[in-house]
């Protein structure tokens, strides 16, 4: 089945400290992978996308496909990052569909 | 930057009550997608809609539910009846072709009283 798991409902840091948020995905292909992140019930905004291998508002993702990972990491947190943070793929395929994880609140702390 | 662009931002209804949510989707973007995220829950695929005809929908999106693109430009949602539990936020979100992830709208809150 394909699926995203976001193991972490919750995340809480203090400013400053690193972040992980992570994801593992089970497909059987090769996907394309996304981080989405929304903001107190705003809209869903893309942060990250794999393909792309970008660095926005200092979160970074890799993929590794060995461990089918995709996890968000953030060296230093800060307390605007506080939101929901989805994980969510695109299998192989031409409608692009997007599966999400069930994501993770992340509360950065002062 | 291009914006999905979602109307009404809030829409309360009676059960059993026809709604029509509305989207203007990215000019020069092909696939066309409604999303749901009832309140406390995940983001969940509905319908995607490609070259003016349904491409993949969810089993949520039964009978109650259809998508049109009337005139080129908006896209919508219409729920025929709708129940207690379509209370949720609608998301419409459009991409081009290619993996590029896709622009999500602002959301229309849904509340069936």
């Known amino acids: 089945a394909q699926r995203v798991t976001q193991p972490e409902k919750l995340l809480s840091v203090f400013k400053g400290a690193p972040v992980e948020l992570k994801c593992n995905y089970s497909?059987?292909?090769?996907?394309?992978l996304f981080w989405y992140v929304q903001y107190s019930r705003q809209r869903l905004q893309l942060l990250l996308r794999h393909i792309s291998r970008e660095s926005i508002k200092g979160f970074t993702a890799d993929l590794n496909k060995g461990e089918t990972s995709f996890h968000l990491k953030k060296p230093f947190a800060q307390e605007e990052d506080s939101a929901m943070y989805y994980c969510a793929f695109v299998p192989g395929g031409s409608n692009y569909k997007l599966t999400f994880g069930k994501g993770t609140l992340l509360t950065v702390n002062p | 930057e291009p914006e999905v662009t979602q109307t009404p931002s809030h829409q309360v209804t009676q059960m059993g009550q026809e709604v029509i949510l509305r989207c203007v989707p990215i000019s020069n973007h092909l696939y066309f997608y409604w999303y749901r995220q009832i309140l406390g829950q995940k983001v969940e695929f509905l319908v995607s809609?490609?070259?003016?005809?349904?491409?993949?929908k969810s089993e949520i999106f039964d009978d109650q539910f259809s998508v049109e693109r009337p005139d080129g430009s908006n896209f919508t949602l219409k729920i025929r009846s709708t129940k207690l539990e379509d209370s949720a936020m609608y998301f419409c979100?459009?991409?081009?072709?290619?993996?590029?992830?896709?622009?999500f709208g602002s959301g229309t809150r849904l509340t069936v009283v």
């Open positions: 979100a459009s991409g081009p072709l290619g993996p590029y992830g896709y622009t």
């Open positions: 809609f490609y070259n003016n005809e349904i491409s993949e």
């Open positions: 497909y059987s292909g090769s996907p394309e």
